[in-house]
């Protein structure tokens, strides 16, 4: 059940075409990895428009299972992931903790608080 606490980030990317065959093959090491190490992770998606672009698409219980996953995130795949693209954009939804936002504050973290709405 989704909550005030939730945070969500779309990280956009582009990938070379000489990278795309390894970044595949490292996707889903990544999204395994995730969906059994972290339970506060509540969707670890990645989307493609077929040639360059790359969406990933994170969703967590709060700041706390966000942080939890850049900490694994940098130790096991960071160096790997980064080396095979290029960010373009990385916009996070929610109301972030300031821990979070000390850690994507220097990432250039585009911020969008809730306004209104609902999800089912």
Known sequence: ????KEVAWLFELEVQPENRQALEALVPEMIAETKKAEPGSRAYQIFTDGASKICVYERYDDSAAALEHMK???EKF???FMALVTPVRFTLLGSPSPELLEVVGPIGALVHTPLAG???
Do not use: V
């Open 1 to 4: 059940m989704p909550t005030e």
């Open 72 to 74: 694994n995130f940098g």
């Open 78 to 80: 960071a160096g790997r």
């Open 118 to 120: 609902y999800i089912k």
